[in-house]
């Protein structure tokens, strides 16, 4: 069972950010399939029992969106199981910090899907539904060994329906500098999920939350 210490960003300019992640040295972290698409699915009981106790049970499916307009890549798409549960005290740095509200701090299992349709038929069979999809564009980019602070650190920009993020995973410090170097200051941390963002922009918008999907048009670019 890993921890997981994560924030994100809110993109408002990805010119800017381009050009903070060049002055880094970022670079993609697969760079056979530097850019993947990413179908997320949520699964809950009828009453949301998993939501209500700060947990999350998700199945995704990473395939590698093109480079170019009708390339392919040699990196094969892959489905992931992760269920999520906050813990109630965690040791971040030489500090035990208990409900930091800086981070958003969770315990994070995974594990790689041979067949994510039956385990999916399996969790319909226990009662659970898959109430709520949600997909991204994700490039996930890490910094070279000179930047010694950043071990471990990855910046993973995603574009959604709702605009563009940035997840900063990490140990705390690595994630406060990273910030700071994008141009961000602790007051920009968003710890909210993409439900809480997407219902929160339907509501902005004054639209129905459904799925948060691209349109036809933007899906497989």
Known sequence: MATEIEIKLAVRDGKRLARALKRLGAKPANPGAPRMHEMNVIFDT????????????RIRTETPAPVKKGSKS?????????????PAELAIGDIVRSGDRRYKVREEIETELTDGGTIQRIFEGLGLRGWFRYEKYRTTYVLPGRQSWAKGLLIEVDETPIGMFVELEGEAGAIDRAAKELGYSTKDYVLKNYLVLYVEECKRRGESPKDMVFGEGKRGR
Request: proline share 8%; hydrophobic share 35%.
């Open 46 to 57: 009828p009453e949301g029992g998993l939501a209500k106790h700060g947990q999350l049970l």
């Open 74 to 86: 040699n990196v094969r798409a892959r489905t992931v199981l992760t269920f999520k549960s906050p």
